[in-house]
C-alpha cells in the first residue's frame, strides 16, 4: 500500500475511479456525518460499516434486493440488503482509514 502526499491512491484502471465518484447531487443530498467504521483496539481491528460506505457513495450495487410491493413485511422480519462491492474510490478510502486507526492506535500504552 502506498500513502500519497495528497489525494488517494486508486488500484486499478483510473477509469473505472472516475466513474465510481460520488456524484455532486449524492454529495450535496448527504451533508450529514456518517460513521463509516469503528476501531476499539488495535488487536480488535477495525470494523467498517456497510451502511456508512453506501451513503457516502463509496459502495456500488452488484445485486439490488428483491422488491415485491404485495408482500408486506410484519414488524420481526428484516428488509434484504442489497448486494455491494467497494468502488476503486471506496477501496482507497477504506484502506485510508484502516491505515489511520493503526497509526492512531499505535500511541497509546501497551498493556
Known amino acids: 500500500m502506498?500513502?500519497?502526499?495528497?489525494?488517494?491512491?486508486?488500484?486499478?484502471p483510473m477509469?473505472?475511479?472516475?466513474?465510481s465518484?460520488?456524484?455532486?447531487?449524492?454529495r450535496d443530498e448527504n451533508q450529514?456525518?456518517?460513521?463509516?467504521g469503528m476501531c476499539q483496539s488495535r488487536d480488535a481491528g477495525v470494523e467498517f460499516i456497510q451502511e456508512g460506505l453506501?451513503?457516502?457513495?463509496l459502495c456500488l450495487v452488484v445485486s439490488p434486493a428483491p422488491r415485491n410491493p404485495a408482500i408486506l413485511?410484519?414488524?420481526?422480519?428484516e428488509m434484504e440488503e442489497p448486494d455491494v462491492v467497494l468502488s476503486p474510490i471506496g477501496r482507497?478510502?477504506?484502506e485510508m482509514a484502516w491505515v489511520g486507526c493503526m497509526a492512531l492506535t499505535s500511541f497509546g500504552p501497551t498493556v
Do not use: H, N, Y
Request: avoid cysteine; charged fraction near 30%; proline fraction near 5%.
Open 21 to 26: 465518484i460520488p456524484s455532486r447531487s449524492m
Open 92 to 94: 482507497a478510502v477504506v
Open 54 to 57: 453506501v451513503k457516502m457513495g
Open 73 to 77: 413485511l410484519d414488524e420481526t422480519e
Open 2 to 12: 502506498r500513502v500519497p502526499e495528497e489525494g488517494l491512491s486508486v488500484t486499478g
Open 15 to 19: 477509469s473505472e475511479a472516475l466513474k
Open 32 to 36: 450529514a456525518d456518517f460513521m463509516i
